[in-house]
């Protein structure tokens, strides 16, 4: 049954918020170094053409699972971040970066970091803009003993926890051996919130899954052409991956929202153009798994991490959103 929603009653959603500091999060996925070059550009080079940019300055944020755990810790959660980091330069600024927003470390080593190179330029005076990506890190898997290590830190993590967010890129941190401690914790009534870019049947039984659209058409081999489309979509993709709730991320035209009762549709929260989209989809994971880990609906939470996801796309580079924040926008609504 298609929902259209504007929002869930305001009410209860302040008080969510304020519940954040009460849960203890677990992510688990591949901890990313996002390193940001920027530079002037200048002129075109002699040798090709290419323009010659001058370095001005670089730093590294958290990406990917990463994020998703700084987003957590900024919100007011507790959480501790599982993962894979090299013994290297972009382990350490990322390890940093992540104690530095109060996440807890329970990462292994690995023998690279999963790092991705942005450069950004721009002549004096404009907007630095994104010339190159270059991705660096695992290909072919991790090594078996590091996998081995995966599974021990995650399940003693989980013994304090009240949810498990999974953020999965494919750089092999979700292994068969992770994977099935999380099935084991599942099954005794645990949470677990999964997002993976192109292996979410492995996850089958979790709690939620978050696809986002291109996602659930590849998971369902359905051509997503209408909104009813996306409709029936969401329930066939809940009965395959046997999960809770479904949630599809569709960036300008907001969410569905799956549950096994109802499949609501939630319009894009706001009206402001998206600054950049980078790392949208963490946040969103991170705020949602933190609601209903809190005790709200799934249309509550995904509300919120409507929300949530409208204000991180108003800033620039991988970004969070901080408790104080969300409650504040929560506020201002109707």
């Not at 270059?134 to 993590?157: C, N, S, Y």
């Not at 949470?191 to 998971?219: F, H, I, Y």
């Not at 479904?246 to 549709?265: E, K, S, Y």
């Amino acid at each position: 049954m298609k929902v259209p929603q504007n929002a869930p009653v305001k009410g209860p959603l302040p008080n969510v918020v304020k519940r954040f500091s009460r849960v203890r999060a677990v992510v688990l996925g591949d901890l990313v170094a996002d390193h940001y070059v920027y530079g002037l550009t200048e002129r075109v080079s002699r040798e090709a053409p290419v323009l010659i940019v001058r370095h001005e300055r670089e730093e590294v944020k958290p990406g990917g699972a990463a994020n998703v755990a700084a987003n957590v810790a900024a919100l007011g959660g507790r959480v501790s971040a599982v993962g894979g980091l090299g013994k290297d330069a972009m382990g350490a600024a990322l390890a940093a970066s992540l104690q530095r927003a109060g996440v807890t470390p329970a990462w292994v080593q690995v023998p690279e970091t999963e790092t991705k190179l942005r450069v950004l330029a721009g002549a004096v005076g404009t907007r630095r803009q994104q010339m190159l990506r270059v991705d660096r890190g695992a290909t072919q898997g991790l090594p078996d003993k590091a996998r081995r290590a995966l599974a021990r830190a995650v399940k003693a993590e989980l013994d304090a926890a009240q949810v498990a967010v999974v953020s999965d890129y494919g750089a092999g941190v979700v292994c068969d051996e992770t994977r099935e401690v999380l099935r084991a914790w599942a099954k005794r009534g645990g949470l677990v919130c999964a997002d993976s870019r192109s292996a979410l049947l492995e996850l089958k039984g979790s709690t939620v899954c978050k696809p986002n659209e291109p996602e659930l058409a590849a998971l369902t081999g359905m051509a997503l052409e209408t909104d009813d489309d996306v409709l029936f979509a969401a329930q066939r993709a809940r009965a395959l991956l046997e999960c809770q709730v479904l949630v599809v991320t569709r960036g300008r035209r907001g969410m569905v929202i799956a549950d096994g009762t109802h499949t609501t549709v939630l319009p894009v929260h706001g009206s402001a153009e998206a600054v950049d989209v980078t790392g949208a989809g963490d946040t969103v994971a991170a705020s949602f798994a933190l609601a209903f880990g809190a005790g709200a609906s799934a249309l509550e939470a995904a509300f919120l991490a409507n929300v949530a996801g409208a204000l991180v796309v108003q800033k620039p580079g991988t970004a969070t959103v901080s408790g104080p924040e969300l409650s504040a926008a929560l506020d201002a609504l109707p």
